[in-house]
């Protein structure tokens, strides 16, 4: 019997599935995935094997990924944090290494390739970005790919108190469909990434995240700082009680403005009303 799921979060296509969904799915022929890892400061996942195809979102350095499928020049995959499906570069991706022990905190830094920051850096890494340290050299922790400044980094599994604050720090980066990046990152990528610091696991979309995080608040309820408001395909967070952080391409940045006029502009525009208000 076949099941309707979901092709961004279910390894599935006519020839091929994920082997932990045979008698869930039909496919051709079920194989077992194999553990990779992000080698990039960020990769594209696309909805396509080819360059010019749709993106959906974006992986950071040193995220896992369980790839099903690879033949020129991408790999069909899973994003092991969210579960996201879909064709990544295969020069984005290496072997599954040494457990992460470090996260990037700040919302960009730099890979050198010695312990000097007068030498030039091979690349940027931004916030959520993990690595494995195997050493500390002064300043800079020593990593497989370089050294980073060690004062950038937290402990992996380290949680912020306040998603928001974080969340605060991407103000004026500017909007980029699917992005998840200092560079660039879009509505529901700013919620995922900020509630990550905070040690809270967040679906990647905007849809996904009105039906599965916090509790729905009424109509007419006061915000507080911290929850969310959601339209059909957009997403934002209360900095307080009346001021919607969110990423959003009217502005194409990350912008903090009053919850009315996001909220009547957005409809004007054929956004349609708030579809849910949530708080965690």
């Excluded at 940027?124 to 922790?141: K, W």
Aim: hydrophobic fraction near 45%; proline fraction near 6%.
């Amino acid at each position: 019997m076949t099941t309707t799921i979901d092709r961004r979060t279910h390894p599935v296509r006519p020839d091929l599935a994920d082997a932990r969904l045979r008698g869930i799915v039909e496919a051709a022929r079920f194989v077992q995935g194999e553990a990779r890892q992000v080698a990039s400061p960020a990769a594209w996942l696309r909805r396509e094997p080819r360059q010019d195809a749709p993106v959906d979102t974006q992986a950071l350095l040193g995220e896992r990924v369980t790839v099903f499928d690879e033949k020129d020049g991408f790999a069909w995959a899973q994003l092991d944090a969210d579960g996201y499906v879909g064709y990544l570069a295969s020069a984005d991706l290496g072997p599954a290494g040494a457990s992460p022990t470090h996260r990037v905190a700040v919302l960009r830094t730099f890979l050198y390739p010695s312990a000097s920051i007068k030498v030039t850096p091979k690349a940027h890494l931004s916030l959520g970005a993990v690595l494995s340290v195997s050493a500390v050299e002064g300043t800079f922790a020593v990593t497989s790919d370089g050294y980073v400044w060690a004062g950038h980094l937290v402990p992996a599994g380290t949680a912020v108190p306040d998603f928001v604050a974080v969340a605060e720090t991407f103000l004026h980066a500017p909007y980029l469909w699917g992005g998840k990046s200092s560079l660039g990152l879009d509505c529901s990528g700013l919620v995922q990434l900020s509630l990550a610091a905070a040690g809270i696991a967040a679906p990647r979309d905007s849809d996904m995240q009105e039906r599965m995080l916090g509790t729905p608040l009424a109509a007419g309820s006061a915000l507080h700082r911290g929850d969310l408001v959601f339209w059909k395909g957009h997403v934002g967070i209360m900095t307080d009680a009346a001021t919607l952080l969110h990423a959003n391409g009217h502005h194409m940045l990350v912008v903090a403005e009053p919850l009315a006029e996001a909220s009547a502009r957005i409809e004007a525009k054929g956004g349609g009303p708030v579809t849910a208000m949530k708080r965690l």
